[in-house]
């Protein structure tokens, strides 16, 4: 980890320390930058990396943390792309794929624009559009509000993709660190639960499931790494990031299901915190790149390499 990485995952333990509300979250982050990480210095950010903003996203997911932080990271850089002062600090972000628009987008309360990019296999493309439309919640009850009228703008549609691929692993990265938080209550829960006489952390079972658990996450780890270090370079190929996203989301139903399954009946009650980090892997599995999608466009690379070309694909890769 840099040292960048280091200051911005510190400085965003300390915002998360207050256990506060939305609004006052929104008004800490701001007041420290993180909110502008991403957007270039000269339009009044931070300019860093992908790698070094995936900290803020990790510490936010094992957090459970209120606010669509990487819609608003992502949310910087798509407004100075599009024209618009970064620095407001009222946009969030969203992402349609095969040149759809998504039928909504995660918004706090003081959101009135959101920048969202539609992402093809010929390129992308960048929408800006209000946001109203009725009040809904996302299955882990974060606010989702309609896409009210948008237009296209024009702007450089490699540097749009770049962005949208910079969600998608950012995305990624927060599932990873909501994965950490819930392998860590089910292990401690395995741990000290007595059954039998002996501790539920003693059944080969429930080993099983753990270490299952924990090796997903390891494996999407380093996928995910992979994928944002080589976004930084300009070397990821698309294989790299809709292979990161795709184990992500696979990563986060084995993980989900195996915590439920060692906690039993308590891991499904409102009283546990449990549900608030499965609930929201669950629902971004299909946000910044739905596992469908990746999994469907892996299968195209896959078809139209053939089986020597995506074996050297993945073998070339892996050696680079």
């Given at each position: 980890m840099s040292e960048t990485a280091r200051m911005l995952e510190e400085t965003a333990a300390r915002i998360l320390e207050r256990n506060a509300q939305a609004p006052i979250l929104r008004n800490a982050i701001l007041e420290a930058g993180l909110l502008l990480a991403l957007a270039g210095e000269d339009a009044g950010g931070l300019g860093v990396s992908y790698r070094e903003a995936s900290a803020i996203a990790y510490r936010w997911g094992q957090a459970a943390a209120p606010l669509p932080i990487v819609e608003m990271l992502v949310a910087a850089p798509l407004a100075v792309l599009a024209g618009f002062d970064a620095t407001a600090a009222t946009y969030s972000a969203g992402l349609g794929v095969n040149d759809l628009l998504p039928s909504s987008v995660p918004v706090f309360d003081e959101a009135q624009t959101a920048f969202v990019v539609t992402l093809e296999t010929s390129g992308a493309n960048l929408h800006t559009g209000t946001i109203g439309g009725a009040a809904a919640e996302s299955l882990a009850h974060e606010p989702m509000a309609a896409l009210g009228a948008s237009r296209k703008i024009d702007a450089d549609p490699v540097a749009v993709e770049r962005i949208a691929v910079g969600?998608?692993?950012?995305?990624?990265?927060?599932?990873?660190?909501?994965?950490?938080?819930?392998?860590?209550?089910?292990?401690?829960?395995?741990?000290?639960?007595?059954?039998?006489?002996?501790?539920?952390?003693?059944?080969?079972?429930?080993?099983?499931?753990?270490?299952?658990?924990?090796?997903?996450?390891?494996?999407?780890?380093?996928?995910?790494?992979?994928?944002?270090?080589?976004?930084?370079?300009?070397?990821?190929?698309?294989?790299?990031?809709?292979?990161?996203?795709?184990?992500?989301?696979?990563?986060?139903?084995?993980?989900?299901?195996?915590?439920?399954q060692v906690m039993g009946a308590?891991?499904?009650?409102?009283?546990?915190?449990?549900?608030?980090?499965?609930?929201?892997?669950?629902?971004?599995?299909?946000?910044?790149?739905?596992?469908?999608?990746?999994?469907?466009?892996?299968?195209?690379?896959?078809?139209?390499?053939?089986?020597?070309?995506?074996?050297?694909?993945?073998?070339d890769r892996a050696a680079a």
């Open positions: 969600g998608i692993l950012l995305q990624a990265a927060e599932m990873l660190g909501a994965m950490s938080t819930v392998i860590d209550i089910a292990t401690d829960h395995a741990n000290t639960r007595q059954q039998f006489g002996r501790p539920l952390g003693k059944f080969q079972a429930i080993q099983h499931m753990l270490s299952d658990a924990a090796s997903e996450r390891l494996i999407a780890e380093a996928a995910v790494g992979a994928a944002l270090a080589g976004i930084d370079r300009g070397t990821a190929t698309r294989l790299d990031w809709l292979a990161a996203k795709a184990q992500a989301a696979r990563a986060a139903t084995v993980i989900a299901a195996n915590a439920h308590i891991g499904f009650t409102d009283e546990h915190h449990l549900h608030r980090f499965t609930k929201r892997l669950w629902a971004w599995r299909d946000r910044w790149g739905a596992q469908g999608w990746c999994e469907a466009e892996i299968g195209r690379i896959g078809c139209a390499a053939g089986g020597d070309g995506l074996w050297s694909a993945i073998v």
